[in-house]
């Protein structure tokens, strides 16, 4: 792969990275409203577009250690589950965001592929 395709690679790794940054802490801010407020619709609505994105975006990069999380976030949300659930299911997907950002997302193979060819 020459230097341009490697380069452009790699900002899309970070660019994924970035978004889940700020997905963790958008999810981190709506977790803690719900629980304020008990029941919000739009905060609900808003965790699981969160988790919607999230999961989508693992898929892409080959995260499955997110993509679980976000889709059972996304059940929990679906079917009205308990708050305290779907709290505790929104604190564990956090919690592996911030372990695979401190590894980093490792390039998917997909990316490579594309971009050699």
């Known amino acids: 792969m020459n230097h341009a395709l490697k380069s452009r690679a790699m900002q899309m790794v970070s660019a994924f990275e970035q978004r889940l940054d700020t997905d963790k802490g958008e999810l981190a801010s709506s977790i803690s409203s719900i629980h304020d407020t008990r029941c919000d619709p739009a905060g609900f ?3 699981r577009y969160i988790a919607h994105r999230i999961n989508g975006g693992a898929g892409l990069f080959g995260c499955e250690d997110l993509a679980e999380p976000a889709k059972e ?5 679906d079917v009205g589950a308990d708050t305290d659930q779907v ?7 956090i ?10 997302v490792r390039q998917p193979d997909w990316i490579t592929s594309r971009l050699g060819k």
């Open 45 to 47: 609505d808003n965790v």
């Open 73 to 77: 976030v996304e059940k929990l949300v």
């Open 87 to 93: 709290v505790n299911a929104v604190q564990e997907l």
């Open 95 to 104: 919690d592996r965001i911030e372990r695979l950002l401190a590894e980093g």
